[in-house]
């Protein structure tokens, strides 16, 4: 029997857990959202890894391709890190891995499993952390294993996303400082909020004209 590690959304983050459930595995696929060089390295440490770059994955990530194509302990799997960007035509393809929602999901459609890990990083609001375990058998059957980190109740000080209650009193100071011209880096930075939680916010609000916090709020999932 074939171990397989499927794991993404990390965003800069490898959690003790996922390290030891990842130990043992014949090879470790990410679906994107790695966020940095040294995430690869250390899951290299464990097994190869295959990744895909992620719309978090910036200029050090120009070399991982967007899409993937990979054969695995004798599965046809196709990578990408966006639902929205999966072909249509997938028939001759075993297993579908994919990331970006944050959300776990497992379907089949047709012969073809679909699995999104959802994200083993930093924790998002009450979104479960989650990523799978494969394992294929010798005549080819495949099982797979949700594996939940659960909640410890408090944020740690590297799980930088905030509570929706803290968001809605810290936005309308983001739209002036959107006003005012300053980068996503920038407000991520002095709200102590991730880069991606303050993109979502600035692209709501700039494609939203006259959208208050409510609306922000609600178009970006909280």
Not at 188 to 215: F, W
Request: with cysteine; charged share 30%.
């Amino acid at each position: 029997m074939h171990k397989i590690g499927i794991i993404s959304d990390t965003h800069g983050m490898l959690r003790a857990e996922v390290v030891e459930a990842l130990r043992g595995c014949e090879m470790i696929l990410h679906g994107g959202d790695i966020n940095r060089q040294e995430m690869i390295e250390e899951l290299s440490k464990i097994a190869p890894v295959h990744v895909v770059r992620g719309n978090n994955d910036k200029e050090w990530a120009d070399q991982i391709p967007e899409s993937l194509t990979l054969e695995v302990c004798g599965l046809r799997v196709y990578m990408v890190h966006n639902k929205k960007e999966i072909p249509k035509n997938l028939s001759e393809t075993d297993l579908v891995v994919y990331g970006h929602s944050h959300k776990y999901e497992e379907k089949m459609v047709g012969d073809t499993l679909y699995l999104n890990p959802g994200s083993c990083g930093p924790r998002r609001f009450h979104q479960e952390i989650t990523f799978a375990l494969l394992f294929i058998e010798e005549n080819g059957e495949l099982k797979v294993e949700k594996q939940v980190i659960p909640h410890t109740g408090q944020l740690s000080s590297r799980e930088e996303t905030r509570i929706p209650a803290d968001i809605a009193r810290m936005i309308p100071a983001i739209m002036k400082e959107i006003d005012a011209g300053r980068s996503v880096k920038q407000i991520a930075k002095k709200h102590r909020i991730s880069e991606e939680l303050s993109e979502q916010i600035a692209r709501m609000y700039l494609t939203h004209p006259g959208v208050d916090v409510d609306g922000i709020l609600r178009r970006i999932g909280l």
